[in-house]
């Protein structure tokens, strides 16, 4: 398998523009995670999602992020409109169960990010 | 409300100079405590989990262990591709709360 996939890997935008950030979690995995990475704040959980239906979406900051997961291959996480202030590392990650159990042998596996730039 | 704390922020050792990372943490009923290893420009990648007070882990020159309140990072004899910046998680319920880290630099 080819890990969590995420694209793009850099995006660059002017302030009031929409940002789309795309995910590809491992096959077989059924919770799926956004989080966002500062030098400030560390990791934060923004949402997530088990077998496709969001579960606890309380970290997205604002109503501009909001986040879909159509199909168990696919999510997108969007920000509409951008401000500077959302310049971050956002990841994916995702799990075959949440942590718990055997599941918790193996964590979360990260994709490698997206570097969002807002200027 | 879960929190994780790390120290030290950042930390610098000669090669072979063994130390520890601390992680303190409060939850409510602990399901697991994780470690992650994050390389630059990279995600975490998954280390260690532990439950219980008592219980240790060791990969390498790495050893993890936990009591109620914190965990230790045991890194001995550290090699300059050790350096990363090593990541504690809790989990009580979904998902992982993480700490900031811990900035770790070996020496040549």
């Known amino acids: 398998d080819a890990g969590v996939i995420q694209s793009p890997r850099h995006e660059v935008t002017e302030m009031g523009q929409e940002v789309t950030l795309r995910c590809k979690p491992i096959?077989?995995?059924?919770?799926l995670f956004w989080y966002r990475q500062t030098m400030m704040r560390g990791l934060e959980l923004l949402i997530y999602?088990?077998?496709?239906?969001?579960?606890?979406d309380s970290g997205m900051p604002e109503d501009r992020f909001s986040a879909k997961m159509p199909n168990a291959s696919f999510s997108t996480l969007k920000i509409q409109p951008s401000e500077p202030r959302d310049s971050a590392v956002y990841f994916c990650?995702?799990?075959f169960g949440s942590g718990e159990g055997a599941a918790s042998n193996y964590g979360y596996t990260f994709g490698s990010g997206t570097r969002l730039t807002v200027v | 409300e879960d929190q994780v704390t790390q120290s030290p922020e950042a930390l610098r050792l000669q090669e072979g100079e063994s130390s520890s990372l601390n992680c303190s943490y409060t939850?409510?009923?602990?399901?697991?405590l994780f470690w992650y290893r994050q390389d630059p420009g990279k995600g975490p990648e998954f280390l260690f989990t532990?439950?219980?007070a008592g219980e240790e882990k060791e990969k390498e020159r790495l050893k993890a262990t936990l009591t109620k309140k914190e965990s230790f990072l045991h890194i001995t004899a550290p090699k300059p591709e050790d350096s990363a910046t090593y990541l504690c998680?809790?989990?009580?319920?979904?998902?992982?709360?993480f700490g900031k880290g811990t900035r770790l630099s070996v020496i040549a």
């Open positions: 096959s077989g995995h059924d919770y």
């Open positions: 532990l439950y219980s």
């Open positions: 990650a995702s799990s």
């Open positions: 998680a809790v989990q009580a319920s979904p998902p992982l709360v």
């Open positions: 999602f088990n077998n496709n239906v969001p579960i606890d």
């Open positions: 939850v409510s009923g602990l399901r697991g």
